[in-house]
């Protein structure tokens, strides 16, 4: 969608007369507001793009995203400061924290070129294509919706970064409703987990998982590994070791070609209970992930007590690594990965440069757009038949932790 009215709050005038002449010589209309009562008197529905300085007098930028929280606002916005990056990164995840769409951010004093990267027609983001349904789900539509087997999976590969082989499959649960299409897990897990529905739609997911596995191997020589997200509250169900291990020998799967996929922010709850559980599992033979790592509390205390064997980077960190603190985050998770003895999968991979940083500096195994988005059984067999191991370059030298 294309700009058409631009908002920027500055004290300083000539900065505001910079964004302004920037703006109409690209044919957008914009106004400048040097305070906060005149900020939001000019803030209208038409509104197409927020751009917002952070250091102002009497009401300051946090200040201001605040009460932008509060309006629920859901016009994009763009942070301008010139504090230190650090405290810029930390003001965009507060906005993030705050439900506010953040377009990105400014650090003064910027270039033009900067500056008008903004003003251009956004282009559809990868990680944006999905339509999200405000849909009221009720306990007997999504009882139904078991009974009927509406709930499909989707697959995305997993790459040996060292190779560019596809070694695995993560298996993402769509549902497939008969009037809304296909939704998302966003819209219905936590609904499942409410009314305790979750239990029976994880085993249906597993279920579906393993025996399709095989038909997506094709010709291969070895088995891809099958990757299963499992909810934190089905990790409390201590005959769970025991069924997964049945649903393993029905379908012919070794459990060792089976992760299960842990969210990090669930493993903390009933410890003792999901420990049980937990090493029961490995003891059958299953991988153990820890999804979404550095998104939850006490990670080093997970990392102690969870018989892990895989950790995850979370993709908001990969695909943030131009800012110097997910960077950080994304080579200090590989080392420590490393130093325990687990794998590190990267997922949110979707440029060459994450793939080249990942793999300069150790990451095991990668996943993102860049080499496919999730896919239906069938669509995934073609892509698999298809595909070529990417050519990379000579692997360079790690990256000084002084020049991150």
């Not at 956004?122 to 007997?140: C, G, H, I, M, Q």
């Not at 094709?218 to 891809?224: A, I, M, Q, V, Y």
């Not at 997922?347 to 896919?375: M, W």
């Amino acid at each position: 969608m294309t700009l058409q009215r631009i908002l920027v709050i500055d004290d300083n005038p000539d900065l505001c007369a910079l964004v302004v002449a920037a703006a109409q010589h690209k044919g957008i209309d914009c106004i400048a507001a040097a305070d906060a009562d005149t900020f939001f008197a000019k803030l209208t529905l038409d509104i197409s793009l927020i751009m917002l300085d952070l250091v102002m007098p009497k009401v300051d930028g946090v200040e201001l995203l605040r009460m932008l929280g509060k309006q629920k606002c859901a016009t994009p916005i763009v942070l301008m400061s010139g504090v230190g990056a650090r405290v810029l990164e930390t003001a965009v995840s507060l906005a993030k924290s705050l439900g506010l769409n953040v377009a990105g951010h400014l650090r003064k004093p910027f270039r033009i070129a900067e500056l008008e990267a903004f003003l251009e027609p956004p282009a559809e983001s990868k990680k944006n294509v999905r339509k999200t349904r405000n849909v009221v789900l009720r306990e007997d539509e999504l009882t139904r919706a078991l009974l009927r087997d509406e709930f499909i999976l989707h697959y995305q590969p997993q790459i040996e970064i060292s190779t560019g082989e596809v070694i695995g499959v993560e298996a993402l649960v769509r549902w497939q409703h008969p009037v809304h299409g296909l939704i998302y897990p966003d819209s219905f897990i936590a609904r499942c987990e409410e009314i305790n529905l979750i239990d029976q739609l994880g085993g249906a997911v597993a279920s579906r998982a393993l025996s399709e596995i095989a038909g997506l191997s094709g010709e291969r020589s070895k088995p891809l590994i099958v990757s299963i997200n499992v909810s934190a509250h089905t990790l409390l169900d201590l005959s769970l070791p025991d069924t997964l291990s049945n649903l393993a020998h029905k379908h012919n799967k070794n459990p060792e070609e089976v992760v299960l996929e842990i969210t990090e922010t669930g493993i903390v709850r009933e410890l003792s209970q999901t420990l049980d559980v937990l090493t029961r599992l490995r003891m059958k033979g299953f991988q153990l992930s820890i999804d979404d790592f550095g998104t939850g509390y006490a990670m080093m205390q997970q990392l102690r007590d969870i018989p892990a064997t895989e950790i995850k980077i979370d993709r908001s960190f990969v695909i943030n690594m131009n800012n110097k603190s997910d960077r950080v985050m994304v080579l200090k998770t590989i080392e420590i990965g490393h130093e325990l003895g687990l794998k590190v999968v990267a997922e949110g991979v979707e440029t060459h440069d994450h793939l080249d940083f990942l793999r300069t500096n150790g990451c095991d195994l990668a996943q993102g757009y860049l080499f496919s988005k999730p896919i239906p059984p069938a669509d995934f067999s073609a892509w698999l038949a298809n595909y070529q191991p990417m050519r990379l370059p000579e692997k360079s030298e790690p990256v000084p932790a002084h020049l991150i």
